[in-house]
């Protein structure tokens, strides 16, 4: 019994084809429209390369507030008028933006590192238990909490129209700086003998509060503002967490990336706030939010776990801890201070209702 | 070479330009960082100057009476501080783990950073280990200082 396979082709493919097979091409895409035809980016520092800067002056390139469509059409691309809806949930420019995005991203590409390759990891040398243990304890946190930002862009990502492509390359930048943060304290956990360590139920509970936060804003302004605002002035008393080279140098790359991402979260922030359709009601939510997480700094700062390692570690040994304490006080006074300052820039004054107090309580 | 002058800073500009391949590996450093060399009496003497980094170059350096209305940030320290960094750095090629920039300003003394808000100032961190790179250079000159 004769049977009929069914074409893989529908009826108008199927004509194409035949066409093709003819010679007879569509050629319809050299006729269509081309609204960025002739334009000729131009390199405004050829030492630098061709940037999304330059890209973007070439046909004023900046994005609309609110795009109509909803898919990945590229901004300036002519678009077939059945396109599907991706879905996304972030349509608005003030629900993602920042104005330092395109730069930032510029940055990030230029300033990426390996973990494997940039660190001297062969002048690795035997240390005192207490400083090993100590070095580990941190490395293990660290470990632990970098990865929160790349899960949490990660999970907004898809979520971003993508006529807002500047920001979702920035955060990819950051998905993978944050990767990388998790694969140098891992390595320096397990490359000197200390090992993995522990791991808390109270930085558990933080890192699961960003990740199941309702909405971006929310998130980026815990992860980005306060939590990476955090670890920053951490990975700058890396200097003084040092115990030689290698360690120096992971201390001072982590604390690149991590500039880069606390300024978008502040920039975004101030975006946010400068253009919410309801400006007064963001304020108040944002400052409802910034109540509550507040109080989750002490219990970072109190945590014997988390500070008595940095003190050893910044005395030069647990005989010298009272004079470590001296810089992780040092460290409270700073924190709290940029952190202050960061939500001045944003347009979300925390001076006057911060209950952080200005004086560790140690 | 004397210290601190434009022609010490344009030294170490000219030292960098001869390291550009680690220059362009560190990436771009869009900054432009005030010198601040406080003469030992205090503040309000001294001397001043503008490094503008571009790119994977600093492209310009300059002496200046008020960094702080052009920079993004300015670094503040002692001829003392300044001195010891470079010997320092001259000595070990390359600073010692207490006498990286970044040690030496962390507790705003002896060398502290000033900026008009904070993400001027976060610049510094976004940038450090260019502007490390940079004045590591000071291990190939040499420097002669006042006292």
Known sequence: ?362 | MKFPTVEWFQALREQARQRAETFRRLGFCDAAVGIRVLAEGGPGEGRAYLLRFDGYRCKAVEATAAPEKIADFVLEGKYSAWKEMIENIKANGGPDLKHSLNYLTLPGDPIRVVAKDQLKQDLFFRYNGTLQEFFNGAQHLETEFAA
């Open chain 1, 1 to 362: 019994m004769a049977t009929t396979t069914p074409s893989i082709y529908t009826f108008e493919q199927q004509e194409y084809i035949d066409s093709v097979k003819k010679g007879r091409y569509d050629l319809q895409w050299l006729k269509d429209q081309r609204p960025t035809w002739g334009i000729r980016a131009k390199l405004k520092d050829p030492e630098r390369g061709l940037t999304l800067q330059d890209v973007n002056a070439a046909y004023a390139g900046e994005p609309e507030d609110a795009p109509k469509l909803r898919t990945m059409a590229p901004r300036g691309a002519v678009v077939d008028p059945d396109v599907p809806d991706m879905g996304y949930a972030y349509n608005e420019k003030y629900l993602v933006w920042a104005d330092n995005i395109v730069p930032l991203y510029e940055e990030a590409v230029a300033r990426q590192w390996s973990a494997t390759r940039d660190i001297p990891w062969d002048e690795l040398k035997p240390l005192p238990e207490d400083i090993e243990r100590s070095q580990c304890q941190i490395c293990t946190l660290l470990t632990e909490v970098e990865m929160i930002a790349s899960d949490f862009p990660a999970k907004w990502l898809w979520q971003m129209n993508q006529h807002f492509h500047e920001v979702k390359m920035f955060l990819c930048t950051q998905a993978m700086d944050e990767a990388r943060h998790l694969e140098v304290f891992r390595k320096r956990a397990l490359a000197n003998g200390g090992g993995l360590m522990r791991c808390l139920t109270g930085t558990e509970l933080f890192l699961r509060t960003i990740l199941h936060a309702p909405t971006y804003i929310q998130g980026s302004f815990l992860m980005h503002v306060l939590g990476e605002g955090l670890v920053l002035d951490i990975f700058r008393g890396g200097e003084f967490l040092a115990q030689n080279r290698i360690e120096k140098e992971i201390y001072r790359l982590c604390m690149q990336d991590e500039a880069r991402h606390v300024s978008y979260g502040t920039m975004h922030l101030k975006y946010f706030l400068e253009h919410h359709p309801n400006q007064e009601s963001a304020l108040a939510e944002m400052h409802a939010l910034a109540d509550v997480a507040e109080m989750g700094i002490p219990g970072f700062l109190t945590n014997p776990f988390i500070i008595e390692p940095l003190a050893v570690l910044m005395g030069g040994g647990v005989k010298h801890i009272d004079r470590g304490m001296e810089a992780v006080r040092l460290v409270w006074t700073r924190m709290r201070e940029e952190y202050l300052n960061r939500c001045e820039i944003a347009g979300l004054d925390r001076r006057s209702r911060t209950s952080v107090p200005e004086k560790p309580p140690y």
